[in-house]
């Protein structure tokens, strides 16, 4: 079977771009990952975004991005899966490489969620909710994580300061990030402080309203040697996996299993040959801190109904066993919602190559994984990445 | 917001929305609301089945800032109920005071207003739940 690996990948600081527009973003971020290849043309592209169309009434991005970054006639799409649409971009490009139908192929996540009114862009995120069963009752999407956090707190005995830990480790690791949107550490008692968007669930709890752009260049090894990229830049996508849940919460089996994570997770697993204890660091889905806590045990990292004993034990840290949003995750970094899944890719490439900045470097990393959530855990991308 | 004038969206759903209609399959599975594939065992042999309205709240929360169309009401409780009947129904909490809301408070359908449009635009109307009548 061919193999397939990220040869370039690039990305925009992730913040509130008032001059720049969704194609700015999503050019600049294809041309800094197609120069970090030393490529100036590739097969096809795939771009990630949730809900251009919304935000920006703007759709048929394939086109457009294609077009504006100077690609030619190529084949281009756009792919969405909510929140989850940059994991599962990733996931079309390498596909597409395995395939063997394209060689070179370039995937691009951006979201341009800034030109909304704030309670307009409440209300397009709750699009990846269920329209007729959740929105129509008035549910934000923060709502709707409320009521897993709610319930999570009651089920095992966890306070909002347990919770709030994950956004401690998210900033503390952003704050040494060029790329993150807040670059500064919090403390616990800012968490607390902050106000209820949706109790128990406090602004700092949630990821922010932002715009970003990320991409990266994927091919196979024998094109990259024809290509001449030196191997160190070589990150191998060396297992993925993906699955759904049901789309309205209140129809889940169980409300505290991400069981879309534990199935796409155990499909990449098996496909990359690895168990979570070989795995270095896990950029997870933090778009909310109770996510942080569940997604770490549908990825095998604890067991049910302890996620959140990691983050008080210290292991979620850079130097800890399971090292989590090793640039700052969604909360710190950053979620501009369908290019997040790119921008952890990138990530995982950066530490990968041993490229993190100073500080963040996870020491000898050689294995990466990155979980991707769209909807309340309804679309679930999880990606395997290793050092070649 | 745009003026909600595909009536025929929110009607075909009254029976739901009004009654709390959902389904039960062949094989005695109830969900709610209903669909054509029964959720747990994929039978496609369904019929509608009323719910009694009766539950209790399972998780809660206090919206504040709503989606755009909503702010009017906010803030305001939505809750994830179980009804007794077993399928879990995601709702908005009325004529409650948000001091006495806890998990286990046992609550009964009612129907209330859901939301209103501009002044040509229509009224909605569905189910939310308030603590049971001693």
């Not at chain 1, 752009?213 to 024998?222: G, L, M, R």
């Not at chain 1, 290509?227 to 993925?240: F, Q, S, Y």
């Not at chain 2, 004038?5 to 969900?31: A, D, P, T």
């Amino acid at each position: 079977m061919r193999k397939a690996v990220i040869i370039g990948a690039g990305m925009t600081p992730v913040g509130e771009h008032w001059k720049l527009s969704l194609r700015d973003l999503a050019v600049e971020a294809l041309l800094n990952a197609m120069d970090d290849a030393g490529i100036d043309k590739v097969d096809s592209l795939y771009v990630g975004n949730m809900i251009s169309g919304s935000f920006v009434e703007q759709e048929n991005l394939g086109a457009l991005i294609a077009d504006w970054a100077g690609l030619g006639n190529i084949p281009a799409v756009k792919v969405e899966a909510a929140c989850a649409s940059g994991g599962a971009a990733v996931q079309e490009g390498v596909k597409a490489v395995l395939s063997g139908l394209e060689d070179v192929v370039a995937v691009v996540g951006v979201e341009k969620m800034t030109d909304a009114w704030p309670s307009d862009a409440t209300r397009y995120l709750a699009y990846a909710a269920d329209a007729e069963w959740e929105l129509f009752h008035g549910a934000s999407f923060v709502a709707l994580n409320a009521l897993i956090m709610r319930h999570y707190m009651n089920t095992y005995g966890y306070t909002e300061e347990d919770l709030a830990l994950f956004a401690v480790n998210a900033h503390a690791n952003g704050a040494k990030s060029p790329y993150a949107m807040f670059k500064r550490p919090i403390k616990v008692e800012t968490v607390l402080k902050s106000p209820y968007i949706a109790d128990p669930l406090k602004l700092f709890d949630a990821s922010p309203v932002c715009d970003g752009a990320a991409a990266v260049i994927i091919t196979t090894p024998e094109k990259a040697k024809e290509l001449g990229v030196p191997r160190e830049k070589w990150v191998e996508i060396a297992g993925m996996g993906r699955a759904t849940d049901t789309i309205n919460l209140a129809n889940r089996e169980d409300l505290l299993t991400l069981k879309a994570a534990k199935i796409a997770a155990e499909g990449a697993y098996r496909m990359a040959g690895v168990t979570p204890k070989e795995v270095d660091f896990f950029e997870v889905h933090d778009a909310f801190t109770v996510m942080a806590a569940l997604s770490l045990e549908a990825l095998g990292v604890a067991r049910k109904g302890e996620g959140a004993k990691l983050a008080r034990e210290g292991q979620i840290a850079i130097d800890g066993d399971y090292p989590i949003q090793t640039m700052g995750g969604l909360k710190s970094r950053g979620h501009p919602v369908g290019a997040t899944g790119v921008y952890q890719t990138v990530e995982a490439v950066l530490q990968l190559r041993g490229e993190a900045p100073e500080g963040i470097q996870v020491q000898n990393a050689e294995i990466g994984l990155t979980q991707n959530i769209g909807g309340t855990g309804s679309n679930i991308t999880v990606n395997i990445l290793r050092r070649v | 917001m745009a003026r909600p004038m595909q009536v025929s969206r929110y009607w075909r759903h009254f029976r739901e929305k009004y009654r709390l209609i959902g389904g039960k399959c062949e094989n005695g599975h109830v969900f709610f609301p209903y669909r054509q594939v029964c959720p747990v065992c994929g039978s496609r042999n369904v019929e509608e089945y009323e719910f009694s309205g009766k539950g209790k709240v399972l998780s809660w929360t206090i919206v504040r800032n709503p989606p755009s169309g909503f702010e009017y009401y906010k803030p305001y409780p939505l809750a994830l109920i179980q009804l007794e009947e077993g399928p879990v129904v995601l709702a908005q909490l009325t004529d409650v005071d948000i001091e006495e809301i806890h998990e286990g408070m046992e609550v009964e359908a009612v129907t209330r207003k859901a939301r209103e449009f501009e002044e040509d635009g229509i009224i909605l109307y569905a189910y939310k739940f308030r603590p049971v009548l001693k």
